[in-house]
Structure formats: structure tokens, C-alpha cells
């Protein structure tokens, strides 16, 4: 039968597999939570500069300021929704990183476990080496012991 050090060592496997792969999940959020935000800015800074005044002098006449108006709205809609977008998605991050860490918590505490299998196991063995060698010891000494006398 296996030590029981090595029987954890195929669930050890397992959960440095799952780890690995929710780490590349919160990785792969984190793009893009980054990606989502790079939108928002490009269009927060388009907005900005769409919202300043025309240039002065510069004659705009009622259709043109209510269609500037028009799409100054619908551009600001659009920034709320990226905005509802890249909350999202930050959330969704929080939520793979919470994800992580506890996969992380499972690796380490079975690998603790292991670790001390390990050295209870190399406790053993070192108990057993020596009550063999103090028993081979001990035949010697009996066995000098019988030819002297």
C-alpha cells in the first residue's frame, strides 16, 4: 500500500490543475475588465470633446444645434451603459479572484498536509532504521558475547 503522502499526491495534482486554470479565467477577466475600461475612456474623452463649444463666430443654425444636442445625449447614454459594462465586468473579476484565492487555500492546505505525511513518514522510517540497527547491534553483542565464554 502507498504511504499516505503519495495517495494525496493525485489530489494535489487535481487542485494545482484547478488553480492553474482559475488563475488563467482572472486573467483572462482582467482583460477584459482593462479592455472595457479603455472603452469608456475613449468615449468619456470623445464626449469631453464634443460637449465643448463650437468654435466662436461659427454660426450654427437650429437644426444643427438640436441634432448636436440630439446625438450629445445619445452619447452620454453611451457612456452610462460602458460605464454599467465595466462594472460589470470589475465585479465579475472581484469574483474570479475570490475564486482563486480559495483555490489557492485548498492547494496550500493539502500540500501542508502532505508536507506533514511526508515527515511523519521519514519519522517512521528513521524509528524502524535504528531499532533494526540497535537489534543488529544487539545479536552482535550477544553473539561476542556466546564466543567468549
Known amino acids: 500500500m502507498a504511504p499516505r503522502s503519495q495517495r494525496l499526491d493525485p489530489i494535489l495534482q487535481i487542485k494545482q ?3 492553474d486554470e482559475v488563475a488563467q479565467q482572472v486573467a483572462a477577466r482582467e482583460a477584459a475588465h482593462a479592455q472595457q475600461q479603455e472603452r469608456l475612456d475613449a468615449l468619456q474623452r ?4 464634443y460637449t465643448q463649444a463650437p468654435t466662436q463666430g461659427a454660426m450654427i443654425n437650429p437644426a444643427l444645434l438640436a441634432n448636436r444636442v440630439a446625438f450629445q445625449s445619445k452619447l452620454q ?3 452610462q451603459q460602458q460605464a454599467q459594462v465595466v462594472d ?4 465579475a473579476t472581484e469574483v474570479e479572484r475570490a475564486r482563486l484565492m480559495l483555490a489557492s487555500r485548498e492547494t496550500h492546505v493539502l500540500q501542508k498536509l502532505a508536507a506533514s505525511y511526508r515527515a511523519d513518514e521519514t519519522r517512521l522510517a528513521n ?3 535504528q531499532k533494526e540497527l ?3 547491534a544487539g545479536r ?3 553473539v561476542a558475547l556466546g ?3
Not at 46 to 49: D, G, L, N, S
Open 88 to 91: 460589470r465586468t470589475r465585479q
Open 127 to 129: 524509528v524502524r532504521t
Open 17 to 19: 490543475r484547478q488553480q
Open 77 to 79: 447614454q453611451a457612456v
Open 134 to 136: 540497535d537489534d543488529i
Open 140 to 142: 552482535r553483542k550477544g
Open 147 to 149: 564466543s567468549e565464554g
Open 46 to 49: 470623445y464626449a469631453a470633446e
